[in-house]
């Protein structure tokens, strides 16, 4: 199984966002950043997410993926299959996608304080989209 990390953050609610990505796998930790321009925090959220199935799919393929991330609108939008703000239904329709080839697909809300390493990672995306304007 293969355990993965996700946060999203932004400077300002839109301002510069990043992803960050942390994997645990067969032994090995992965780290990712992804900067992503202006969005929301939440639009941040549900990117990381994004960004981190395109990770398994490319480096791990067909493997059981659980999921963790300390966004209770993304967990809860993900668990249940439903999100009240339109904005987010096709983050959410491409979130079910991509889940949907992977054998199984798990995820969990944790505590801030337990996600320590995805928050780092989210937070230097920040710093290189704001390098990269």
């Known amino acids: 199984?293969?355990?993965?990390?996700?946060?999203g953050a932004s400077s300002g609610n839109p301002g510069a966002s990043g992803a960050g990505v942390y994997i645990k796998a067969h032994g090995?930790?992965?780290?990712?950043?992804f900067p992503l321009g202006n969005m929301s925090n939440h639009e941040a959220e549900?990117?990381?997410?994004?960004k981190a199935l395109d990770m398994c799919a490319a480096y791990f393929p067909g493997e059981i993926l659980s999921f963790r991330s300390d966004s209770r609108l993304v967990v809860d939008a993900v668990e249940e299959d439903f999100i009240k703000n339109l904005a987010y239904k096709p983050l959410l329709?491409?979130?079910?996608e991509k889940t949907s080839k992977?054998?199984?697909f798990f995820i969990k809300w944790i505590p801030e304080k337990q996600n320590l390493h995805a928050d780092r990672l989210a937070r230097q995306a920040i710093l290189q989209a704001r390098m990269e304007e």
Not at 28 to 33: G, N, Q, R, S, V
Not at 46 to 50: E, I, Q, S
């Open 28 to 33: 090995d930790k992965h780290e990712f950043t």
């Open 1 to 7: 199984m293969i355990e993965v990390y996700t946060d």
């Open 46 to 50: 549900f990117h990381a997410v994004l």
């Open 102 to 104: 992977f054998p199984y």
């Open 93 to 96: 329709a491409a979130i079910h």
